[in-house]
């Protein structure tokens, strides 16, 4: 089968031919209908190499941590209703399945991971940019339900993890607030919709282009202003000097970073959900009182079936552009070049 691989620290992924993997006991092969492009795929490869193999990414890695596909065969032992033939997308933070936090269905913040080498496709495990992929166990899979897996797929993470990440902040989003976006892409653009259809905030949309700017007024912003050093003001003038109830950035640099905190309301949430290498400094006066910072990763698993849930009832929708497996190094470059609109989704 073809494969779109990382092979070499610094090197361009490839497509290679590699064999059909077989499922071992409790795992289940999916023929893969789509795999989506992230921007973390890009931090990873970003890595030097001490650091890439120091936190156990395996070379070469098939990438894909976005995926959906076909139940194709099950492994021995697979315990599960699903059958051979079922749609289904996958839940890609893998986690133990057995400590506190995976029995909640947050395997995203399962405490045994680390420990137990448990890595997510794409991300240590072999992902999703392949003809074919093992998912090493059958609680990892969500039945699509209908939903077409090319324009759905990316729900798994650049709609999981922004609807993690607002949920956690809607008893602060009533409405007469405000709610900004900073980094309308992947992640970004479907954030906006989740902010639209389960909070009354008033969003503010803030990127670094007119298109990218265009896109996030397309999926619902109410304002759209240039990410730069004037934006803080123009916030600061739309909600009459009092600053924004929760801030999502999606970029993470330490520019937007401190921009967030600059915006921050009094009782606001700052999210940072960008890997994007930044850090604040925070202490009495840097920002305001009460505000709370958080670090997310992901989301949980009956999270998840909400996204799915929400994009069935057509309240989100994702933008995509699509390449073939042959084509997805092209995905890749056009992700670093920042010209993808919404989100590059890679069918086989
Ligand atoms: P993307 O490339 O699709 O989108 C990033 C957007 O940010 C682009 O539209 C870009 O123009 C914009 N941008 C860049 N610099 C900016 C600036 N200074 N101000 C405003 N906008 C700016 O990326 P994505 O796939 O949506 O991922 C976004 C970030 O989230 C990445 O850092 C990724 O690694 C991270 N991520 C984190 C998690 C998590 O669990 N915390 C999960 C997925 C992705
Ligand atoms: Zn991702
Ligand atoms: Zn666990």
């Keep these: 089968m073809k494969a779109l691989r990382y092979v070499a620290v610094g090197q361009a992924p490839e497509v290679v031919e590699i064999p059909i993997p077989k499922p071992g006991p409790g795992q289940v092969l999916l023929k893969v209908t789509a795999g ?5 795929d890009d931090f990873v490869m970003g890595l030097p190499e001490k650091e890439y193999l120091e936190q156990g990414y395996p070379l070469p890695m098939t990438l894909g941590h976005e995926g959906a596909g076909i139940v194709h065969e099950l492994g021995e032992g697979v315990d599960s209703t699903l059958k051979v033939g079922d749609a289904v997308a996958v839940y890609g933070p893998w986690g133990c399945g057995r400590c506190h936090n995976c029995s909640m269905g947050m395997e ?9 080498g448990i890595r997510p496709p794409g991300l240590g495990s072999q992902g999703s940019m392949a003809e074919y992929m093992i998912v090493d166990d059958a609680r990892h899979l969500v039945p ?8 759905n797929v990316s ?4 709609g999981l993890t ?15 607030t405000f709610a900004v976006v900073i980094g309308t892409g992947g992640l970004g653009h479907v ?9 009354g905030a008033t969003i503010i949309a803030l990127d670094v282009s007119d298109e990218k700017l265009e896109l996030a007024t397309h999926v619902g912003a109410d304002h759209v202003i240039i990410s730069d ?8 003038d739309l909600t009459n000097g009092l600053g924004v109830n929760a801030v999502f950035d999606f970029v993470g640099a330490t520019p937007t970073m401190a921009l967030a905190q600059s915006i921050a309301a009094l009782d606001s949430d700052v999210t940072i959900v960008g890997i994007g290498g930044g850090s604040m400094t925070l202490g009495f006066g840097a920002i305001a009182y009460d505000a709370a910072v958080r670090i997310p990763y992901w ?26 497996l042959d084509d997805g190094p092209q995905a890749y470059e056009a992700l670093a070049a920042s010209t993808i609109r919404g989100r590059a989704v890679i069918v086989p």
């Design 155 to 158: 729900l798994t993470d650049a």
């Design 229 to 236: 050093a004037a934006a803080a003001e123009k916030i600061r």
């Design 144 to 151: 699509l339900d209908g939903l077409d897996p090319v324009k």
């Design 191 to 199: 954030g906006i919709q989740i902010l639209k259809a389960l909070s």
């Design 108 to 116: 995203n913040y399962c405490t045994n991971a680390a420990a137990e």
């Design 162 to 176: 922004p609807y993690h990440a607002i949920k956690r902040s809607l008893p602060k989003l009533g409405a007469g």
């Design 299 to 324: 989301g949980s698993r009956s999270e998840l079936i909400e996204v799915l849930d929400l994009a069935r009832a057509g309240k989100i929708d994702v933008e995509i552009q699509t390449y073939s």
């Design 36 to 40: 989506g492009v992230c921007h973390s």
